[in-house]
């Protein structure tokens, strides 16, 4: 299952850290995050079969476990996740928390795969836009 596409306001591509195996599919919805000492909800910023970033000024150490609801249109997808990384306010970009998916039941796998090859591509050609 795979859905990589950048979101210009929340992904630098350039960066080789940011190599994704999965493509980003945007995303505007809620998400609610557990973990042992926190509950919160936030937005996400994008969606693939690996993981979600989600746009939020609360920080989770990297490492953490959390379990993971994203509401989709068809309803809530729960998953577990290991936080990879976090983003300030300090880097000009949106800040959040990537957080890579550990376990996600066979079907929540597949309504998120659905979801990510239901969105079109959002291209952003700078050239095409100076036109």
Same mark, same amino acid.
């Given at each position: 299952?795979?859905?990589?596409?950048?979101?210009?306001?929340?992904?630098d591509?350039?960066? =080789?850290?940011?190599?994704?195996?999965?493509? !980003? $599919?945007? +995303?505007?919805?809620?998400?609610?995050? %557990?973990?042992?000492?926190?509950f919160?909800t936030?937005?996400?910023?994008?969606?693939?079969s690996g993981?979600?970033?989600?746009?939020?000024?609360r920080?989770? =150490?990297?490492?953490?476990?959390?379990?993971? !609801? $994203?509401a +989709?249109?068809?309803g809530?997808?729960? %998953?577990?996740?290991?936080?990879?990384?976090?983003?300030?306010?300090?880097?000009?970009?949106?800040?959040?928390?990537?957080?890579?998916?550990?376990?996600?039941?066979?079907?929540a796998?597949?309504?998120?795969? !659905?979801?990510?090859?239901?969105?079109p591509?959002?291209?952003?050609?700078?050239?095409?836009?100076?036109?």
């Open positions: 299952m795979t859905c990589a596409i950048a979101h210009p306001d929340t992904d591509v350039s960066d =080789p850290s940011e190599r994704r195996s999965a493509a !980003r $599919i945007p +995303l505007e919805t809620e998400i609610s995050l %557990a973990s042992d000492s926190q919160f936030a937005l996400g910023g994008n969606l693939s993981g979600v970033f989600v746009a939020t000024y920080e989770l =150490p990297v490492g953490a476990t959390v379990e993971v !609801r $994203i +989709l249109p068809d809530d997808v729960v %998953a577990k996740g290991t936080v990879r990384w976090v983003r300030d306010m300090k880097s000009g970009a949106a800040p959040g928390l990537g957080i890579a998916f550990d376990a996600v039941d066979a079907e796998a597949e309504r998120i795969a !659905r979801f990510c090859t239901a969105r591509p959002l291209l952003h050609d700078d050239a095409w836009a100076a036109q």
